[in-house]
């Protein structure tokens, strides 16, 4: 079964919308996550880095899987809000060394 002209274009906003958000959104989360995941890993400082950073690759590319699998353009816009308290626990001791 095919689709028509009118179908077909009409799927168009939302395939730009989940592309940005794997790819800015995704880019936003995996960094929240690497940030949160090096400072919660119980290891040394580099090691946890290290780790984090290696597992971030995972991280990206499972987002973006996901921004194009899920049932609709707010869960991914949901998802990409997730990293707002992975980016709290990240980069928490920078911001109090900033307000100070």
């Known amino acids: 079964m095919t689709r028509s ?11 730009a919308a989940r ?4 790819v800015l959104g995704g880019y936003a989360f995996t960094y929240a ?3 949160a995941l090096a400072r919660l890993l119980p ?3 580099v090691d946890a ?6 597992l971030s690759f995972v991280v990206y590319l ?6 194009f699998t899920a049932t609709s353009v707010r869960r991914v816009l949901a998802g990409v809000s997730g990293a707002l308290p992975l980016a709290a626990i ?4 920078q911001l109090l060394e900033a307000l100070q």
Not at 5 to 15: E, G, L, T
Not at 49 to 54: G, V
Not at 90 to 93: A, D, L, Q, S
Request: proline share 5%.
């Open 90 to 93: 990240g980069f928490w001791p």
């Open 49 to 54: 880095l290290a780790t984090a950073s290696l």
């Open 5 to 15: 002209v009118s179908q077909s274009r009409s799927a168009w906003p939302d395939i």
């Open 43 to 45: 290891m040394d400082r």
């Open 19 to 22: 592309t940005a958000l794997a």
């Open 33 to 35: 996550a690497t940030a």
């Open 62 to 67: 499972a987002f973006i899987l996901w921004a």
